[in-house]
């Protein structure tokens, strides 16, 4: 076969696919490895390579491939082109290099995404990328989700407005390598965590005045929060946070750094926003995960002091999105009632157990097309059991 290769590209030989899943890893695999080709039709031998050859079923193995990249939502480019060898057809998928990390997703499991990349050996590996985990909270104060509710949206941030100037660093740095304005773009992000129980999130949220004494807990369905942020126009990028030592993050941007290759040679995008994911091992407890958005037109330059920083509200129906909620349980009758009407304008019919809200003149009732979620009254230090133990 005639025809050229760059150095970083891959092809993977094959006679025939038909397993759903050996077709996703092969192309999210060849995606995160720079771009490449599926050759159908080619089989390797101790004797070299066979031509077995596809004859009819080409087009049906284009059909397949495409309805796979459908159904396990894989976003490439893929282009088919034919050609015959000594007159036997033989499909070369053509799978383009990505901007960013390719993930596939399973239609059982739709909160896993799973991301694969080839090996030295020319083999798929499972890549840390991967998201495999299938439950996710956001923290707030009362008075936060209330005004969520009833504007129908989240608000995200740009880094810079971030407290600690260890997570900002990389967000306010100024990069002057080549294409650096677009591999570091204005974002907006928001932080979401994987631990259900963190006495610490709790109290963060629970130190204002008013309604921000109180915190609030959502479970939040990933799959559909996903969605509505692909929706949005932007691009959505999202990293679990990885957490290091200082002296890591603080020596990084100095080429004579053992890891300043990692993020640095070349400077992408996708290395600007793994840099974006790094926090001190100090706050390892949080377990969080960042959600990042995009503008895919240039929205001007990054904020760089703390006090100047810009925000993007993105429409999100809460009723989709909201899986169960936990309530400050020191919350008065009062503020569970208006608790309760801004839920009402949501869409969201709050089941709260062992409670019965106000009874009131108006708007008493849930829409009739309301979504019934439930809420639990919690608080962080209840304990199990009798306050005062008795020990024989």
């Not at 893929?78 to 901007?99: S, W």
């Not at 990390?101 to 239609?107: D, G, H, K």
């Not at 840099?275 to 037109?297: N, Q, S, T």
Request: with cysteine.
């Amino acid at each position: 076969m005639d025809g050229s290769l760059r150095d970083d590209q891959y092809v993977e030989l094959k006679s025939r696919v038909s397993n759903k899943d050996t077709i996703a890893r092969s192309v999210v695999g060849i995606a995160n490895s720079g771009g490449g080709y599926l050759v159908l039709g080619v089989r390797e031998s101790p004797y070299g390579l066979n031509v077995t050859g596809l004859d009819r079923e080409a087009d049906q193995m284009k059909l397949l491939i495409e309805s796979v990249c459908r159904e396990f939502k894989i976003q490439v480019d893929l282009t088919f082109t034919e050609e015959r060898i000594d007159g036997k057809v033989v499909l070369m998928v053509g799978i383009a290099p990505q901007n960013s990390i390719t993930y596939y997703s399973r239609s059982t499991s739709p909160e896993r995404l799973y991301a694969f990349k080839r090996d030295e050996y020319g083999r798929n590996t499972l890549s840390e990328a991967s998201k495999t985990y299938q439950k996710i909270y956001k923290y707030m104060t009362l008075e936060c989700f209330m005004l969520s509710l009833y504007t129908g949206s989240w608000r995200f941030f740009e880094p810079n407005k971030w407290p600690d100037k260890y997570e900002r660093r990389f967000y306010c740095a100024d990069y002057q390598m080549p294409h650096a304005e677009a591999s570091a773009p204005k974002l907006f992000a928001t932080c979401l965590t994987r631990e259900k129980n963190s006495e610490a999130s709790w109290k963060v949220y629970a130190h204002g005045e008013g309604l921000n004494r109180h915190c609030v807990q959502l479970e939040i369905d990933i799959a559909e929060f996903r969605n509505q942020l692909d929706a949005s126009g932007l691009q959505l990028e999202e990293r679990k946070v990885v957490y290091c030592y200082d002296k890591y993050i603080e020596g990084l941007h100095q080429p004579a750094d053992k890891n300043y290759s990692t993020y640095f040679k070349p400077f992408t995008r996708d290395r600007f926003i793994a840099l974006l994911a790094l926090k001190r091992k100090a706050y390892e407890y949080e377990k969080e995960v960042r959600f990042f958005l995009i503008p895919r037109d240039r929205m001007g330059e990054r904020s760089h002091g703390k006090q100047r920083s810009d925000y993007k509200d993105i429409s999100i129906d809460f009723s989709k999105v909201i899986k169960s909620v936990r309530v400050d349980k020191h919350c008065s009758p009062m503020e569970l009632k208006s608790l309760q009407q801004a839920c009402f304008a949501a869409g969201i019919n709050p089941d709260i157990k062992k409670y019965k809200c106000i009874e009131s003149k108006h708007n008493n009732e849930p829409p009739k097309d309301a979504v019934s979620i439930p809420f639990e009254l919690f608080c962080i230090d209840d304990m199990k059991g009798s306050a005062r133990l008795k020990i024989k």
